[in-house]
């Protein structure tokens, strides 16, 4: 009930006003049954952006560290996301991944929509990264359509670290259903993941239009704070010329 009160009557309008997002291609998510709503990841906005302007409830796999924050700022972030109906996931370990394939497959023998960011976080720098295997394993597993939807603009509104949203125009595009049935019982097969996987990412990437990165976002994102803690150092630790 508290989704649909947040939708309709505290969030959802709140959210067209502020961001007045345009809408393109809804007619591409089905009336009903299971779907995999793939798409790219700019903003902490997208979570709820997407939710609003869909007639239909979608599921997201959240990060678990949204349910576990410190202080009653974190447990009212917790207790939102809980109330919204998002799943929390254990994004570190062995059994990360797997668990959340499990979660998601929950979600799509439901017939439910399930929203998932293939890159796995968000982006740091509005590039589009490369997609994980996991949206690839529960598609041919589930035997669903995967719907590709870029968010566009989200990044400029609200990019990370910045609390309080710009105004900045924003559209939310939806293509084509994307049909994965000739692979049935292939989802044990790493170069089938991965073919899959990367024909979700160039449908999201033909939609939004991003520069590709053929790299995984959290190995970048830490490459780059190494590089960054390296010039720190250096810069407060001078080495001392020899001789």
């Given at each position: 009930?508290?989704?649909?009160?947040?939708?309709?009557?505290?969030l959802?309008?709140?959210?067209?006003?502020?961001?007045?997002?345009?809408?393109?291609?809804?007619e591409?998510?089905?009336?009903?049954?299971?779907?995999?709503?793939?798409?790219?990841?700019?903003?902490?906005?997208?979570?709820?952006?997407?939710?609003?302007?869909?007639?239909?409830?979608?599921?997201?796999?959240?990060?678990?560290?949204?349910?576990?924050?410190?202080?009653?700022?974190?447990?009212?972030?917790?207790?939102?996301?809980?109330?919204?109906?998002?799943?929390?996931?254990?994004?570190?370990?062995?059994?990360?991944?797997?668990?959340?394939?499990?979660?998601?497959?929950?979600?799509?023998?439901?017939?439910?929509?399930?929203?998932?960011?293939?890159?796995?976080?968000?982006?740091?720098?509005g590039?589009?990264y490369k997609?994980?295997?996991?949206?690839?394993?529960?598609?041919?597993?589930?035997?669903?359509?995967?719907?590709?939807?870029?968010?566009?603009?989200?990044f400029?509104?609200?990019?990370?670290?910045?609390?309080?949203?710009?105004?900045?125009?924003?559209?939310?595009?939806?293509?084509?259903?994307?049909?994965?049935?000739?692979?049935?019982?292939?989802?044990?097969?790493?170069?089938?993941?991965?073919?899959?996987?990367?024909?979700?990412?160039?449908?999201?990437?033909?939609?939004?239009?991003?520069?590709?990165?053929?790299?995984?976002?959290?190995?970048?994102?830490?490459?780059?704070?190494?590089?960054?803690?390296?010039?720190?150092?250096?810069?407060?630790?001078?080495?001392?010329?020899?001789?």
């Amino acid at each position: 009930m508290f989704y649909y009160v947040l939708k309709y009557v505290l969030l959802g309008p709140l959210l067209r006003l502020v961001f007045r997002p345009r809408i393109e291609g809804l007619e591409h998510v089905p009336a009903e049954g299971p779907a995999i709503v793939a798409g790219n990841h700019l903003s902490f906005s997208d979570h709820f952006l997407m939710p609003a302007i869909l007639k239909r409830r979608i599921t997201f796999l959240a990060k678990k560290e949204y349910f576990t924050g410190p202080g009653i700022r974190g447990r009212l972030t917790a207790a939102f996301f809980r109330s919204a109906g998002q799943i929390p996931v254990d994004r570190t370990g062995k059994e990360a991944g797997q668990a959340a394939i499990r979660e998601g497959l929950g979600v799509l023998r439901k017939n439910e929509l399930l929203g998932i960011y293939p890159e796995g976080t968000r982006s740091h720098d509005g590039r589009l990264y490369k997609g994980k295997v996991g949206v690839a394993v529960m598609a041919l597993k589930a035997q669903v359509p995967v719907i590709p939807c870029a968010m566009i603009g989200t990044f400029e509104a609200q990019p990370p670290g910045k609390v309080i949203p710009n105004i900045h125009p924003v559209v939310i595009r939806f293509g084509k259903p994307l049909d994965f049935s000739r692979y049935a019982g292939m989802e044990n097969e790493k170069a089938i993941l991965r073919a899959v996987t990367d024909e979700i990412m160039y449908a999201i990437l033909t939609l939004s239009e991003q520069e590709y990165v053929d790299e995984y976002a959290a190995v970048v994102k830490a490459q780059q704070t190494e590089a960054a803690g390296a010039v720190e150092k250096e810069r407060r630790f001078p080495r001392m010329p020899l001789g």
